[in-house]
């Protein structure tokens, strides 16, 4: 299956099924911009708790925030964003429409990798670069990446104001609020899930490249001397985490980012790069940023932020690592990697090969026929009795039985629970006994109610 | 206890235990944004879930959404947001500072409910109202709420967008995706949660009145004829949630919202105020929206948002009820309700009675002492074994056991579970028992360890 067409595809089947929808898709849409449907809250959910699950409850030393999008502007000043969080573009000296200059020097095979914005600027001459609609290009300038607004209380006095563009200063912010309320012992991190924006000039590859993202992430506060043994162990942590969502170790790459290409607070950084049908590209991060960011909170706010070792009573200033998760790229990198086409029983399918733990719909439970009342009357009992224990269980008597199997198939359901004239005792052994499918293998197996459910239970 | 330093004592522990911290504190703040801490997300996620299985996961004809902040700005126009999302707003002469004419009429002693903007400027003259600082005040003007950016990809020609200031119309814009997705029929919903922002001049309250809120809220779809039998199915609803929450029926108020002081959309409108310190104020509504929001969008984006019904092949325009919640609002509630001053043993203690449900720690273990390695590593086993299937548990070996305590009391951990002597043996007939303390009386007893552990899990 060619690589851009399995992308058209799953694009197609979140549209057609209700995972994602294109944002404001009844005014033209708004380009970047994505609404999840059922079932993509559903599974986005699922690989939220998952992480917290892993990163935060299971561990002793990790504590949740959840900070404001809002943030005072002094907050980008010290942290480099004000001064440095751009794009190199150029537009078009027809149209105006802006361009990213880096991508339009990698469509013409000349990487811009390192390119100072003057060398992006003769690379685009010297390579006879036009714009996609074929003219001429302006310079390259930068463009600050981050959404402004203003908050007002004084007439013609309103303070500009910025969309955060990442979650992370959020809990550098906060960090003199933790170690006072909760004295913890370093090294320890602060974790939280959350919106950011960008404003990106060309959104693109689906739900890859938006303008309203969500990250999940986390900073871990250490001691200088330990970075390098604490960067391996998130770095294998992280490896974990990737193949506990069902990831094959073929479809990630750890980049190395060389000097002088790391973001500028960064000692070193690997990214973590998934297979999507677009390219390998980036999926999470892990970055030692030093003492970058609280430094600069300190110098900016003048507030004292250093860490008193309980111990030694020595005055530090910790060293962060930051393993960062692209949450809408790990639901795009889940998709990818469940997206199956198959054979069963002779006929094409499409199916969503989700572990059972991230499935939206744990189960579907089915009356063999519709218009059979004692059939139907038996199905709700069972489902109903599913749903108070699991909710994310649904109802289909929709069509015929194989009809219901490929559209629980084309979402992922792991398993398919049916109620037939044998549960009824058409068969006096086999009474009260289900047949439950697998959606995999398409096989069929008895079993009785509540081994079913436990077959259930046993997937969340 | 006076109500306003309720207020304030909340306030105070908020920031101390680590529920809410103020936003960008260490910038002086930025009016109207909080950072929610370890057991604030914990207390926030507790109401979430508990919001999401009642009116999602556990009915069939409700469907979750998760829309993007950022809409195309015709959204805005179609919904009366460009139009009338307004505040009153004077402003000092002299210093120029913005207050609201509602706010400051009130302060004065003058009802401003129904009153024009010429009105309310009368009233402020007539009245002799000066600004806080005891100045004259201009005349009042409408000032709209919502905070504007822009998105851009054309030189010179960025589109304004706003942030949204209501979830709602997600869930509009969305409902052609949805029953051309589900097939749902009537009635349905569509619910979700998500940030909102609004231009508050004067956030107030604590965590009430912000510039970045979040909201729970369902669109649920009906016939028109329907409406008054569904209001007052939801009316109940709404009632029995709050219930679940440990709001006493003494301090929820329903108040009808008369003719002409209802939002443009609604005919009728039932405001449920809760007993916060500061006042009786809004927690939530119930509104009948008519088909106001799907007329408009119909018209304003010319597509057909017409629901065909399945049985009669009839094409209607579903009118709406929306039932809201607003998740501070319920935080803050939840906070009021459990806050307690009691004495126990002779001792003044504060602690907070929330619900096991709601609780962020649902217990907390302790070695009765720190320096004895056999009780911690019996204390130890107990906790892993305990946090392996609860992980809102939390170790404490801070102080002597009278302090841990207090301060699980003032985070409201329903459950202290004290491993002593006699669990390791020195009584034998209690070998492998701990103590269970329980949080509201102050009352221990004695428990095998999986009784212990069983009684935890009774309480999530």
């Not at 074929?134 to 300038?141: D, E, I, R, T, V």
Request: proline fraction near 5%; aromatic fraction near 10%; include cysteine.
């Amino acid at each position: 299956m060619a690589a851009d067409h399995r992308m058209e595809k799953i694009v197609s089947l979140c549209k057609r099924r209700g995972f994602i929808f294109p944002g404001s898709e009844i005014y033209g849409g708004l380009a970047g911009t994505f609404d999840y449907g059922p079932l993509g809250v559903a599974l986005k959910k699922n690989i939220e708790n998952a992480w917290w699950r892993m990163f935060v409850d299971a561990r002793d030393d990790m504590y949740g925030l959840d900070s404001a999008i809002l943030m005072h502007p002094r907050v980008w000043e010290a942290s480099g964003h004000v001064g440095g969080f751009h794009d190199p573009l150029v537009s078009d000296e027809k149209t105006g429409k802006r361009y990213r200059a880096d991508h339009l020097l990698e469509e013409a095979g000349i990487d811009p990798s390192g390119m100072s914005l003057a060398q992006m600027g003769e690379a685009l001459q010297s390579g006879g670069v036009k714009s996609p609609e074929g003219n001429a290009l302006s310079a390259p300038q930068q463009f600050n990446m981050m959404f402004k607004t203003s908050v007002g209380s004084v007439e013609g006095g309103d303070m500009a104001v910025y969309l955060r563009p990442e979650t992370a200063q959020g809990m550098f912010v906060n960090f003199k609020n933790l170690v006072d309320t909760y004295h913890p012992k370093l090294p320890f991190g602060m974790a939280q899930i959350g919106r950011a924006f960008r404003n990106e000039i060309a959104p693109r590859d689906f739900i890859f490249r938006v303008r309203e993202l969500e990250i999940m992430e986390f900073e871990y506060f250490i001691r200088e001397g330990q970075w390098e043994e604490q960067f391996d162990y998130w770095r294998k942590q992280m490896q974990a985490w990737f193949a506990s969502l069902g990831f094959a170790p073929d479809d990630i790459r750890e980049v190395e980012i060389p000097d002088g290409e790391r973001a500028h607070y960064s000692k070193r950084t690997i990214d973590f790069h998934y297979r999507y049908p677009h390219k390998f590209d980036e999926l999470g991060g892990l970055a030692y940023r030093t003492d970058f960011d609280l430094k600069n909170h300190i110098a900016q706010s003048g507030t004292d932020l250093a860490y008193l070792d309980p111990v030694t009573n020595e005055k530090v200033v910790p060293h962060v690592l930051e393993p960062t998760f692209g949450l809408g790229r790990h639901l795009l990198a889940v998709l990818v990697a469940a997206y199956t086409e198959d054979e069963l029983g002779g006929e094409l399918r499409t199916l969503l090969k989700f572990p059972s733990h991230l499935a939206p719909v744990k189960a579907a439970v089915f009356p063999l026929l519709k218009n059979k009342p004692e059939l139907v009357a038996k199905a709700r009992e069972v489902y109903l009795e599913l749903k108070k224990e699991i909710p994310q269980v649904v109802w289909d008597d929709n069509g015929n039985i194989g009809k219901r199997y490929r559209r629980q198939d084309e979402i992922g359901t792991p398993l398919c629970i049916t109620i037939d004239f044998d549960t009824l005792g058409e068969k006096p052994e086999l009474k009260d006994s289900v047949t439950v499918r697998d959606r995999d293998t398409g096989a069929q197996k008895r079993f009785s109610v509540s081994d079913a459910i436990a077959r259930v239970r046993e997937g969340i």
